[in-house]
């Protein structure tokens, strides 16, 4: 398990880190036991689906910066505002869905953008968790 251990230690100021951290744990933990038989296979077919989740994210980070400036969504609030003015469900998915500040490209590497990067690492990690789910066992 590759949770920090803020999942099992906690730390002040800290607790929707340290909660998200414990559901990961407690994720792979409770996969392993049910599902012990079938060992590495669960774990990698749950990093290959958590790699296309934010794979889907990239690209939508990615289709936001290709618009034309005109064309981009209007900005919305800023992060502290949606939490204390909206229920939590829609906070998160207003902040899931992006908005004009996303459509900024504030740095590149070799001509791609931070989403583009990202969304390579999540395509070779979810290509290696696909091969490590399928390859034969001995």
């Not at 999942?7 to 994720?27: M, Q």
């Not at 599902?35 to 669960?42: F, M, N, S």
């Not at 296309?52 to 900005?75: D, T």
């Amino acid at each position: 398990n590759t949770a920090s251990a803020e999942g099992s230690f906690g730390e002040i100021l800290a607790s929707p880190y340290a909660t998200a951290k414990a559901g990961v744990i407690n994720l792979t933990r409770n996969a392993a036991i049910e599902y012990g038989r079938v060992g590495i296979r669960v774990y990698a077919a749950l990093v290959a689906l958590w790699c296309l989740v934010g794979g889907g994210f990239s690209l939508r980070h990615l289709w936001l910066q290709s618009l034309p400036p005109g064309q981009a969504p209007a900005c919305g609030p800023d992060l502290a505002y949606m939490f204390d003015a909206f229920p939590l469900k829609d906070a998160l998915l207003l902040l899931l869905r992006g908005d004009g500040n996303c459509a900024e490209v504030d740095w590149a590497f070799l001509g791609i953008a931070i989403p583009g990067w990202t969304l390579l690492a999540f395509v070779i990690i979810a290509a290696l968790a696909a091969w490590s789910a399928l390859r034969p066992r001995t």
